[in-house]
């Protein structure tokens, strides 16, 4: 059967059947946070929660978990409060100016000190006032307790000392200054075992110092922000271009480096917006096991991301609608908090943010794919698009646990821009330069060809009784089993195009991108049905999309700067939710979230809400996406020749 497209818009309902945009609150964050307000109100569920919570008056300056990770205190110009984690209940505020944070390692204690250089220990639990002391004259600028909870050590910065101190933390008894920075000292920490003390000045040198003697035992210049590992034998070094430096702490010696991904000679790559590619890593923090490193990323201070310090590979970006001022890690690593403040780093009124970290994990990454990538029925295998020596097109099909290939199919002599599966997982259809064609997936035996210019997309009937390929102006469907063609579409004039095509869940409709919104086409007769106008389309048309589970709605990238989702069978539209630079979409199996490729991230939304809840991060343009039949993984092909894919956990 033949047809000619002429871009018709019959059957459009007009009027209040296409009014009712509603735009969705959604905040630019990422694993929508679980808010802490500080005002004695639950946020409820992470995904409830509202845009920004004003935690202080002030912005915050410094955000710490309790050794428990159950609480978590903030320093803001005007006052210190301690909130429970998880509901945000406000359980005290202390008058602080301009505070630094220490917890006691059991937790029953918190050290402050205020600009006035006073040093005051409260009792966590009642916000009792216990003692204070003069620590300096002038702003100390980083606390910390030793492991045995025994001795408080500070970093003074103002004045004319270049020196740390070390006081009983029982009664304020000044026990040793360490003394021989030729800068300000803005940072000191203890080992793990209590026996030695590192501290850190603003011109970059870092010193360790017998904690018990005050002897100097190293001096390293030029480092970045600095920390002994975990068990205290190595010092981790963070330089603002992204790169750690992991030193022997006995003689300094390097061991390894790795370099952050997506940081470059000071660069953050275009992956949270088109600001951050002018902004080095700053605010740099460390998870108290050492494995993962956390910073502050973009020009305009709304971004931080998170780092596996073993590889130097991004494990989740995180963002706010204003400044991120400071971060945190929860002490077991899995949650991060930030702080941040309307005014950026130059002030204003502070919030607090709270993360959980576990929400995805990088599982597998599949060097020399290209463009083109799809999970099997069972989620067991994944098939992708690579290319050999001479540049022919291949699909080899791995492992999607693994990574082990399988099998590597020569699929095409010149290129290969999309696979699909079959339903029932038994046969493999690939599209390149020369046709469409359809094989074993088991064997890898050809099973048939079509000849033909198809470029675009390939897609497989639900019920694997037909298959469709599609080109700019073509679109072709035939029966696999035999091989007889079905329909054909062409489009007229020549200067209609077809997208991109997607079939319902049910396989009644054939839904085709193009100028005129989203076409349906019977997928019985290949005949045109209806249109589904999508607002503000580029003149290029609707190039992605994708059907929900259940059918009833279609979310649509209209013009690369918002997701429109709109009901199939009236066409309103329910929701309009922001993306910056869209791209590939994909619904989750399960129709709760709607993942797209946007700005060199991969984002997903509630799709009910259009709030976000998870970005990752490839720092690549993407070509192609695909959820795993039980969603508990997704897989994104990027340009630069890798596929990846994480493992999620998007529950409540």
């Given at each position: 059967m033949n047809a000619r497209y002429t871009g018709s818009s019959a059957s459009r309902p007009s009027g209040s059947e296409w009014s009712g945009?509603?735009?969705?609150?959604?905040?630019?964050?990422?694993?929508?946070?679980t808010l802490l307000a500080g005002h004695g109100e639950p946020l409820g569920a992470a995904i409830e929660a509202p845009s920004r919570i004003e935690a202080h008056e002030r912005r915050v300056h410094e955000v710490l978990f309790s050794p428990d990770g159950a609480r978590i205190a903030s320093a803001s110009e005007s006052e210190v409060k301690l909130c429970e984690v998880g509901s945000g209940r406000e359980l005290m505020r202390l008058p602080v100016r301009r505070g630094h944070l220490a917890f006691r390692p059991d937790g029953a204690r918190l050290a402050t000190s205020d600009s006035s250089g006073m040093v005051k220990i409260w009792d966590a639990a009642s916000g009792q006032d216990l003692f204070g002391f003069r620590g300096h004259e002038a702003n100390i600028t980083s606390l910390t307790f030793s492991p045995d909870g025994e001795r408080l050590a500070a970093a003074l910065l103002y004045g004319e000392d270049r020196v740390a101190k070390v006081w009983d933390a029982s009664d304020g008894r000044e026990l040793l200054a360490l003394e021989g920075h030729?800068?300000?000292?803005?940072h000191v920490e203890f080992s793990p075992d209590g026996s030695r003390l590192l501290t850190q000045d603003a011109g970059r040198t870092v010193k360790v110092w017998d904690a018990s003697t005050g002897r100097q035992r190293l001096s390293l210049d030029g480092l970045g922000r600095a920390a002994f590992d975990a068990d205290g034998r190595q010092i981790i070094s963070a330089t603002q271009d992204g790169l750690v430096t992991f030193r022997d702490a006995t003689t300094g010696r390097p061991i390894r480096s790795v370099h952050l991904e997506g940081l470059y000679r000071g660069v953050f790559l275009d992956v949270l917006g088109p600001e951050s590619q002018q902004e080095p890593l700053e605010l740099a923090t460390f998870s108290r096991d050492r494995k993962l490193l956390a910073g502050r990323v973009t020009a305009g201070?709304?971004?931080?991301?998170?780092?596996?310090?073993?590889?130097?590979?991004?494990?989740?970006?995180?963002?706010?609608?204003?400044?991120?001022?400071?971060?945190?890690?929860?002490?077991?690593?899995?949650?991060a908090a930030a702080g941040g403040s309307k005014g950026g780093a130059g002030g204003g009124e502070g919030s607090l943010w709270s993360w959980d970290l576990d929400g995805a994990r990088l599982a597998l990454v599949l060097d020399g794919a290209e463009r083109a990538v799809a999970f099997d029925p069972e989620g067991n295998r994944i098939a992708v698009k690579v290319s050999d020596r001479r540049g022919r097109g291949q699909v080899a099909i791995r492992d999607a646990t693994t990574g082990r290939v399988e099998r590597v199919i020569q699929a095409d002599p010149g290129f290969v821009n999309a696979v699909a599966f079959s339903p029932d997982g038994n046969q493999l259809a690939t599209l390149g330069s020369e046709g469409v064609a359809l094989w074993d997936a088991a064997e890898g035996r050809r099973l048939r060809t079509w000849p033909g210019k198809f470029n675009e997309t390939l897609a497989f009937r639900p019920d694997g009784q037909q298959l469709v390929a599609s080109s700019l102006g073509l679109i072709t469907a035939w029966d696999p089993a035999t091989g007889q063609e079905q329909f054909n579409v062409v489009a007229f004039p020549l200067l209609r195009r077809f997208n991109r095509v997607a079939y319902s869940p049910d396989g009644t409709w054939l839904a085709v991108g193009t100028q005129e919104g989203i076409e349906l086409l019977d997928t019985a007769r290949g005949e045109w049905q209806r249109t589904i106008p999508v607002p503000r389309s580029d003149l290029l048309g609707v190039e992605n999309f994708a059907f929900s589970p259940d059918g009833e709605r279609i979310a649509a990238n209209s013009n690369g700067e918002e997701i429109v989702v709109l009901d199939v069978d009236s066409g309103r539209v329910e929701l309009t939710f922001p993306v910056s630079q869209g791209g590939a979409l994909a619904y989750s199996p399960d129709g709760r979230w709607i993942a797209s490729a946007s700005s060199g991230a991969v984002r997903i939304f509630d799709s009910a809400t259009g709030q976000q809840w998870l970005a990752l991060l490839p720092h690549a343009f993407l070509w192609d996406l695909a959820f795993s039949p039980d969603g508990r993984r997704l897989a994104a092909a990027e340009e630069s020749g890798k596929v990846k894919i994480w493992e999620l956990d998007l529950e409540e």
């Open positions: 945009r509603r735009r969705a609150t959604a905040l630019a964050t990422i694993f929508c946070p030729a800068d300000h000292v803005r201070y709304h971004s931080a991301a998170v780092w596996e310090l073993e590889d130097g590979m991004t494990r989740v970006g995180l963002s706010v609608d204003e400044g991120v001022t400071c971060v945190a890690f929860s002490p077991n690593g899995r949650h």
